[in-house]
Structures are given as C-alpha cells and as structure tokens.
C-alpha cells in the first residue's frame, strides 16, 4: 500500500514538471469592462494546446497579460514552476516566450534580416558597436533553412506578400529559442500549403519540447494540430479538454453557449440585371491582366485563388486605390472612373481591406471617430460636424454589427481583432454602398460572428447591392456565394456555379496560370 502512494506520488511530480506554463485566476479589467475574470491555463512542454472563445472572450488579453504588453489586476503566472510578471514583451523574449501575434507590426521599409534581430543586431566584435552585416545573414539563413522558409534575408519587407511575412515573424520566435509559443491566427494569411508547412514547424517545436499555444478560429485546423484545447466565453474560463475527445459542434457548442445548427444562413437574395460591367481591366504596378466579368444586382460574388493570384489587386483597382493601366467600368449602364477612394465612395463603392490594423482601423481613434470618417457629409450641419449625428451612426453601428464596447469613446486598438472588423465594416455600411467589395472579411473572426457577417451580406444583397468577396476560405466561398471567380497568376482563369462547384473545381482554376 506504501509503495502504491510512493509510485501515485511519483507520477504526480512528473505530472507537475511536464507542466511548462501555469496562469492562475488571472484578472484584467479595462473601463466599463472585466476582460479576464478568474482564467486558469495550464501548458504543457512538448504540447500544442488550443485557445478558443469568440471575438472579445479574452483570448489575447490573456496572452498579453503572459507578454508583459498587459498588466494584470490579480492572479499568477509561472514559468517552469518560477512565478513570473514581465513588465514588457523584451523582458518576456529575454525567459522564453514568444508571441506570434495576429496583426503583424514590422518594419516595411527594412529587410528580413533586420526586422529578425532588430534590437539585438550582432556586432563584428565584442564591445565594438558595428552591426555585422555577414552575421545577421548567415544566423537568419540558418534558421530558414531549419524551417524550410525559401525566402532571401536581404529582401524589404514591403516587397513580400503577407504569408511569406509571417513566416519571417515565427522564424524570429523561433530564434529567441523560447520555451513557449504563443501563435495568435498564424493561418489566417496562409494557403493550405502554407498551412501544411506551418504545421510541420508546429510538430518539430513540439518535438523539440516547446510549449505551444495556439489562438484559432478554424476547427478543422484546433483539431488536427492540438493536443488540448481551453475554451473561454465572456472572459471566463469555460472547459478544458483533450483534442481527440471534442468534436467540431462540441467546440461551437462551448465557445457560444448554445447549439450553432447551421454555418451558413439561407440563401435570400435573388440576383438581377447587370450592374457592375469590368472589362479588360489590367494594373501598372501588379501583374493582373485583363480581367473582364459583370456583376448583378443582388448578388454576391466570390473571388478566389491561390497567394499572390491577383485577388486584392482585383479589388484595388476596382475601387482605384491602385493605379489602373487600361480596362473600363460601367455601372448601372454609366462609365465611370474611379481614381481615387474618395471618387469610389461618391460613385456608391466601399472597399473592406485585408490588413485591418494597417489600412483598416485609425488605432488612435475611438470607435466613434472610425464609424464615422468614411461618412462624414451625413454627419454635418452645415460647415460643422454634428456630434448628435456622429453619436446616432455609432450607436447604429455598434448594435447592427454587435460591436462588444463599453462605450464610444473606446480607442479602437483596445477593441478585438474582430470587433475592429466590425467597426470598419460597419463604417461603410453607413456610406450606403451600392457596391460593396470585401477582402477576408471573415479573417480572424469567431464561428458566432461569421454567422453575423455572412446574414449580412446576404441582407444586403437581398436589397440590390452587388457583392465582391475575396476569401481564402473555399467552403466560406461556397456556402455564401452565387457565383465565384477564380484567378490565376493575375488572370481570370474561369468561374463556377457556387450551387453546383467543389473545392476541386476551384483550385483547378487556381493552378492553370500559377
């Protein structure tokens, strides 16, 4: 009986040390708000280990109370059994955690290689302060080819697409050689391929005996890679479960607090006449090539491809924040021009960009101020801005798109990467829009708030707007379209019925010209 307590008790310290990362009851309240009431997480080294919850759960407010970028109000944190409180994200890379984090903030006008060790160049010798150029190639080199990144550290940043900036910023957690992980919707700028290579970076971290945490929306994606899974809702910890024992409607189930039977809403809208006529429109500084399609009224198109197809270009240059070399387009029967955004807005178009923080959001501003901008005219008396007016479009915003805010006055930056897509969203839903044109307007939004935005393209739609949707998600593409366009290398490699096609039918298209 004695030896059995000894070996339970053995087992229990092994349990103990195997734990990597250990948050207890951690609070964070922000004005008007409790953000994290009471959050346990527990990590494992050598594990991947899932973190869920809908848009404004506390998903990465947790994370940034690990980071140092916030300062918990209660609880504790430890690290390998040692309590810890980073004051800054310096102090936590300096012990071992790093931070993939969903909205990239690099330095575009830099290389990778001086985006990778930025703060800590290495130097041609000690107490020498002359960056060696030669060291920082060969030690960011040496981390590609671990990774099996193909990208050249001289490279500018600007110059790559999203994907591939990604990639750069896991290779500098991984330089750090941190003991934990955190990766906050690293997919949601990838292809599958990409995916598939992230995974296998995933999987060697985790082989090498990291401690992994990783934010996602995808479920398909939680869980294929995770080993286990904590849901959080309204900033409390929910459950915590083992990956092989959930299923993708017990997940749903857990995050939303109810039965979600259906991912996408029927179909209302009915498209009519033509609308909108592109032809042979081709771009000075991209490679998109004479693409011609009409979109009806009432319908929402899909746009798909593969990275670097020519998708954003598309939309850019319909709404002329991209120079156009040649094509033509007719709306309602009239040509118009579109050069400018602001001659886009008047001519009834709206564009929602891929890169929410860097075109999308004013992080300085409050929620107010970014309903608002685009909107201005039908919020001024006279030569004056109306506050009452600016007051009663947020008020319309917040409640039509669920905004989760305390109140108006909130800077946007403090808000949820999907709440700040709400905002924008709802931004240009206030111009009225006659066509509106969204880029991944779903990217890094919870399965509840999909729902929300996918009932309103098709509300919409069901009005007589035109909709253009760029998505890398296929069965998003699929369940919400009426038709989809699929380039290639720049192109318009063909269309299919979103009724009747497959997601084999579209990447077909997606490789005829890549």
């Excluded at 190639?137 to 550290?153: C, M, R, S």
């Excluded at 491809?305 to 991209?322: C, K």
């Excluded at 905004?403 to 709802?426: A, C, F, H, M, Y």
Aim: charged share 25%; with cysteine.
């Amino acid at each position: 009986m004695k030896e059995n307590k000894v070996a339970e008790q053995l087992t229990a310290d092994n349990k103990n040390t195997s734990v990597l990362l250990e948050m207890q009851d951690v609070e964070k309240a922000f004005p008007g708000v409790k953000a994290l009431d009471k959050v346990n997480l527990t990590v494992k080294a050598g594990t991947v280990h899932a973190l869920m919850g809908e848009n404004g759960a506390g998903k990465s407010t947790l994370m940034k109370c690990l980071f140092g970028v916030y300062t918990k109000d209660a609880g504790k944190i430890f690290l390998e059994g040692r309590e810890i409180n980073f004051k800054n994200s310096k102090e936590a890379l300096e012990n071992g955690v790093a931070m993939v984090h969903q909205e990239l903030n690099q330095a575009l006008k830099r290389n990778v290689m001086d985006n990778m060790w930025l703060g800590r160049f290495p130097t041609v010798a000690k107490g020498l302060p002359i960056t060696s150029e030669r060291k920082m190639y060969d030690a960011t080199k040496q981390i590609f080819d671990k990774l099996g990144i193909n990208v050249d550290p001289r490279t500018v940043m600007s110059k790559m697409p999203v994907s591939q900036r990604q990639m750069v910023e896991i290779a500098k957690a991984v330089s750090y050689n941190a003991k934990v992980i955190v990766f906050d919707e690293p997919t949601s700028s990838l292809t599958e391929d990409e995916v598939a290579h992230l995974f296998r970076i995933i999987n060697m971290l985790r082989d090498q005996g990291c401690a992994i945490v990783y934010i996602s929306h995808k479920m398909k994606e939680i869980l294929e890679i995770s080993d286990e899974v904590t849901i959080m809702r309204d900033g409390k910890w929910i459950a915590t479960r083992e990956s092989k024992d959930l299923t993708t409607n017990e997940i749903i189930k857990l995050m939303v607090g109810r039965e979600l039977t259906n991912l996408y809403p029927p179909k209302s809208n009915v498209p009519g006449d033509v609308l909108l006529e592109v032809d042979d429109l081709s771009a000075e500084y991209s490679k998109l090539r004479d693409v011609s399609f009409k979109a009806h009224r009432g319908e929402i198109i899909g746009v798909a491809g593969l990275d670097g197809s020519g998708r954003t270009e598309l939309l850019e240059n319909i709404f002329g924040t991209a120079t156009r070399r040649s094509g033509t387009l007719t709306l309602d029967g009239k040509r118009i021009k579109n050069r400018s955004a602001r001659e886009s807005i008047k001519n009834g178009f709206a564009l929602l960009t891929e890169e929410r923080r860097a075109t999308g959001i004013f992080g300085i501003l409050n929620i107010r101020d970014n309903a608002t901008i685009s909107s201005l005219g039908k919020c001024s008396s006279g030569p004056f801005l109306s506050k009452k007016k600016m007051k009663k479009s947020t008020d319309w915003c917040i409640k039509a798109m669920n905004v989760k805010t305390p109140n108006q006055e909130t800077k946007i930056r403090s808000l949820s990467g999907g709440n700040q897509q709400k905002v924008i969203l709802g931004r240009w839903l206030l111009t009225d829009p006659t066509v509106l044109l969204l880029d991944e307007p779903t990217r890094g939004i919870d399965v509840g708030a999909k729902y929300e935005i996918y009932q309103l393209i098709i509300d919409l739609a069901a009005r007589g707007k035109t909709v253009i949707m760029v998505s890398s998600e296929m069965p998003e593409l699929l369940g919400v379209c009426d038709r989809i366009l699929v380039m290639s290398g720049g192109r318009l490699a063909g269309e299919v019925d979103a009724k009747t096609a497959t997601q084999e039918d579209i990447m077909t298209l997606a490789a005829q010209y890549a």
